[in-house]
């Protein structure tokens, strides 16, 4: 009754959309490319569970811990949108998945790059600019989805110019310094260098680590001693934050949701590096 009678002053209807409450939830997306020509493929599964006010801070691929079956019905979801809207380019379906129930739900659809594609292009060796690129020349997918690969795991952490600490509060400002980590099974997506400043006017996230392992544990504790290696005076990140985040054993055993973050794992738990 409250809610009918804030829409009705509103918006002058008084109509109430209700939508299934989900207690636990995990965050799988799929990589979708169309092209002119019919052609649509899926480039596996990611999972974003890990959120702050939804907003995603790790994100690997493929999705762990989900059933062969339901893993199935959402890819085969992804690619019958996409084919069905004449989908052309790079996309994002993303979903709510209800492991224990066996159920998942649509979310949206991002018609674009995504910030964690990467991740993708670790475990496939697909090219997902490159296939945009040729998507929007006209031509046809170099690769069919017979020819699609998972190797591995992948994992990646958006490095964002914010205090864990203290809220996740913003820190734009000068990069003092700025030491990537190097090595094998590492890829590095930064747009910055030593001496820029981080502006306090758009997304706090100014570069990306991500690692990819023959494993999941793998990929896991070399992205964590990726993050021990990185270097940023200047600005507080997320690093050292999202770095605990990937040693919690829920997080190891891919036993967490979408709020599993916020409920579990606050930065006071964690010592202050």
Not at 34 to 51: E, F, P, Y
Not at 142 to 147: E, G, K, L, P
Not at 170 to 198: C, N, Q, S, Y
Request: include cysteine; charge should be negative.
């Amino acid at each position: 009754e409250q809610a009918t009678r804030e829409a009705a002053a509103a918006f002058g209807r008084g109509d109430i959309y209700l939508e299934l409450y989900l207690d636990r939830p995990r965050h799988i997306e799929v990589q979708v490319l169309g092209d002119a020509h019919g052609n649509v493929v899926h480039l596996g599964d990611r999972d974003c569970s890990v959120q702050r006010r939804h907003q995603k801070l790790i994100e690997e691929a493929p999705a762990p811990a989900l059933p062969d079956g339901l893993r199935a019905r959402i890819l085969d979801a992804a690619v019958t949108l996409a084919r069905r809207e004449r989908y052309e380019s790079a996309g994002t379906v993303e979903f709510l998945a209800d492991v224990a129930n066996d159920a998942f739900y649509f979310l949206e659809m991002n018609t674009r790059l995504q910030v964690e594609h990467g991740v993708t292009e670790l475990v496939t060796g697909v090219d997902i600019v490159c296939e945009q690129i040729r998507i929007a020349s006209g031509e046809k997918l170099s690769f069919t989805q017979a020819d699609v690969r998972v190797h591995g795991s992948a994992i990646q952490a958006r490095i964002a110019a914010e205090d864990a600490w203290e809220g996740f509060r913003p820190t734009p400002g000068k990069l003092d310094a700025l030491r990537l980590p190097l090595g094998p099974w590492l890829r590095l997506d930064f747009g910055v260098e030593a001496g820029d400043t981080i502006p306090g006017f758009y997304d706090s996230m100014f570069g990306k680590v991500q690692a990819w392992g023959a494993t999941r544990d793998e990929a896991r504790l070399r992205l964590a001693a990726a993050l021990d290696a990185l270097h940023v005076a200047g600005p507080a990140t997320t690093a050292p934050y999202l770095r605990h985040v990937l040693m919690q054993e829920r997080f190891a055993a891919a036993a967490h949701d979408t709020g599993s973050l916020e409920r579990e794992w606050a930065p006071d738990q964690f010592a202050r590096p």
